[in-house]
């Protein structure tokens, strides 16, 4: 996942491991709060991410096709890590966790791996390297990395 240089809003094109484009997130360059569409590479919205602007804390949500998929918010008293709540419907809740720095984090499911983030160095813009387990949503997990991106990292770029 790399964060486009030169856009209007928050881009982002995300590639699967032979370079062949997967994803692509189009960030609205005039709205309130962060709103970024992850598209198919037919240009077909997978899923919208939008930030909730009256919450405690950074939260955003993910929908599709119109129904939430996911509440993405970050644990605002963690101590020597950062945590990020993805709160799903149903049982099937993830946990990002991240180092001090935020350049490596790993999504959990009741203590087990679903997906490791790991920020890529020597780079003009935010680029990641982001695993996801055989059989896991991949375009939820890479919503929710663009959602730790922008929490994290959108005051620095």
């Known amino acids: 996942m790399k964060q486009k240089w030169l856009s209007w809003g928050t881009d982002y094109a995300v590639m699967d491991e032979a370079g062949n484009e997967a994803f692509y997130i189009d960030g609205r360059a005039f709205a309130f709060g962060n709103q970024l569409s992850v598209e198919s590479p037919r240009g077909t919205e997978v899923a919208f991410i939008s930030q909730k602007l009256l919450s405690w804390g950074p939260t955003y949500e993910i929908t599709r096709g119109g129904s ?34 935020d350049f490596e984090y790993a ?38 990395a663009v959602v730790i991106d922008l929490c994290c990292h959108q005051n620095k770029s």
């Open 68 to 101: 939430l998929a996911a509440v993405v918010k970050k644990k605002l008293f963690t101590f020597f890590r950062c945590q990020f709540e993805v709160d799903v419907p149903g049982p099937d809740d993830l946990l990002a966790e991240g180092d001090f720095l």
């Open 107 to 144: 999504f959990t499911r009741s203590d087990r791996p679903v997906a490791h983030v790991s920020k890529r160095f020597f780079s003009w813009t935010d680029t990641y390297g982001i695993e996801v387990l055989p059989r896991e949503d991949d375009a939820l997990i890479v919503a929710s």
